[in-house]
């Protein structure tokens, strides 16, 4: 079964860029999907951020293309996601996600982050 | 980007009854569209995709419909477990999310 579960600091400054993690478990990375962030802000509108493909290509949301960037490191079958220069408007709760022929089949429990000085 | 909205916000029904959810697209979306269940502190569910494709494991009381710009979700006999939040996604066109509905028991 495919698990994903993602780590970082809940506590960001303003100007200071955002890091997250996405541990993948019961699948390697490199063999299918598409692996994405999404986030979900207070009061629910959920926004697509991004993906790296298992080939390591990217695609970002054009909303946030000059300030997000999403990596990958295969040896330890992570993903990670990089926002920078974030604002109180970047509070939210942060999901990575597999996808594939467009939907999101698996998702991780999601980690909140909140932008503040 | 292709807006979507969802309807209701929030929804009360009994247990065994039917109920719909509704997504519509600013554009016609081809059927590029799925369904998630969502319960609190837990990751979203994938139930339906392509509109109306049951995702494997998904109890059949699910079912998806639409085309073009009009989509719907129907729960039939409505069971206790399945007050959560629901919202749709489509991906014809980059991907972009309804804003959900909370469904609670009566």
């Known amino acids: 079964e495919i698990q994903l579960q993602e780590s970082g600091p809940g506590l960001v400054k303003p100007s200071q860029s955002l890091s997250l993690t996405c541990s993948v478990t019961g699948y390697t990375i490199t063999s299918g999907y598409d692996w994405s962030w999404i986030r979900k802000f207070p009061g629910n509108k959920m926004e697509w951020m991004g993906y790296i493909s298992n080939s390591g290509s990217t695609n970002y949301n054009p909303s946030l293309k000059i300030r997000i960037s999403i990596t990958r490191d295969t040896s330890k079958n992570q993903f990670f996601l990089q926002l920078n220069s974030v604002t109180t408007e970047d509070t939210a709760t942060y999901y990575c996600?597999?996808?594939?022929?467009?939907?999101?089949?698996?998702w991780g429990q999601g980690v909140m982050v909140t932008v503040s000085s | 980007d292709i807006q979507m909205t969802q309807s209701p916000a929030s929804l009360s029904a009994s247990l065994g009854e039917t109920v719909t959810i509704e997504c519509r697209a600013s554009e016609d979306i081809y059927n590029g569209l799925a369904w998630y269940q969502q319960k609190p502190g837990k990751s979203p569910q994938l139930l339906i995709y392509n509109a109306n494709s049951l995702h494997t494991g998904v109890p059949s009381r699910f079912s998806g419909s639409g085309s073009g710009t009009q989509y719907s979700l129907k729960i039939n006999s409505l069971q206790s477990e399945d007050v959560a939040s629901y919202f749709c996604q489509q991906y014809y066109d980059y991907d972009t999310f309804g804003a959900g509905t909370k469904l609670e028991l009566k």
């Open positions: 996600a597999s996808q594939g022929l467009g939907r999101f089949d698996y």
